[in-house]
T-cell receptor, first 112, second 114 residues
Framework: GENVEQHPSTLSVQEGDSAVIKCTYS??????FPWYKQELGKRPQLIID?????GEKKDQRIAVTLNKTAKHFSLHITETQPEDSAVYFC???????????FGTGTKLQVIP | EAGVAQSPRYKIIEKRQSVAFWCNPI?????LYWYQQILGQGPKLLIQ????????DSQLPKDRFSAERLKGVDSTLKIQPAKLEDSAVYLC????????????FGPGTRLLVL
């Protein structure tokens, strides 16, 4: 199966600073790259995704960048707010069998 | 639009007992997923259905876990017999189709095996 890694595993930032989380994957045929946010005790929710034919996508304070050659994609959060505190998961989808593999998660803490 | 429904929300059982979880996906969503999420870890896919056919069950412990999706709508996941290490949150998700579409998650069933 696909090998998916996230870095860092934990991240603390001051409110207003930026946060970047990186996800590396092994399947070069992967073609869909979403990021999910999971608040404590709640279900994962999609916050942004990108397809393999696009290098970058932005939605207000959140952006995702994709480097298919290096097989990694990153989540960027600017002007962080306390409500951004959560665990973030990447979940690349392999191109052949469309199998989803979730990363190990990054716990983001935004300090007011 | 109603979201993904799951029941029960919580379940406590003793090891070697049986348990079943139910999921009702969003109307019109052909693809349904069952995940196991152990505390502090990411969701692990157990089984993926496309309509009522199984697309992927490579990580389903088939000696004790079973799942079905009758008529391509609702689904049940069963554990028999349960082990201590089965304690986790069981998440159901659905998507419009199994390609690149967004997955919508249900609230999950929190299972504690004593």
């Amino acid at each position: 199966g696909e090998n998916v890694e996230q870095h860092p595993s934990t991240l603390s930032v001051q409110e207003g600073d930026s946060a970047v989380i990186k996800c590396t994957y092994s399947d070069s045929a992967s073609n869909y790259f979403p990021w999910y946010k999971q608040e404590l005790g709640k279900r994962p929710q999609l916050i942004i995704d990108i397809r393999s034919n696009v290098g970058e996508k932005k939605d207000q304070r959140i952006a995702v960048t994709l480097n298919k050659t290096a097989k990694h994609f990153s989540l960027h959060i600017t002007e962080t707010q306390p409500e951004d505190s959560a665990v973030y998961f990447c979940a690349p989808r392999s191109g052949g069998d469309q199998k989803v593999t979730f990363g190990t998660g990054t716990k983001l803490q935004v300090i007011p | 639009e109603a979201g993904v429904a799951q029941s029960p929300r919580y379940k406590i059982i003793e090891k070697r007992q049986s348990v079943a979880f139910w999921c009702n996906p969003i109307s019109g969503h052909a693809t349904l997923y069952w995940y196991q999420q152990i505390l502090g870890q990411g969701p692990k896919l157990l089984i993926q259905f496309q309509n009522n056919g199984v697309v992927d069950d490579s990580q389903l412990p088939k000696d004790r876990f079973s799942a079905e999706r009758l008529k391509g709508v609702d689904s049940t996941l069963k554990i028999q017999p349960a082990k201590l290490e089965d304690s986790a949150v069981y998440l159901c998700a659905s998507s419009f189709q199994g390609g690149r579409e967004t997955q919508y998650f249900g609230p999950g069933t929190r299972l504690l095996v004593l």
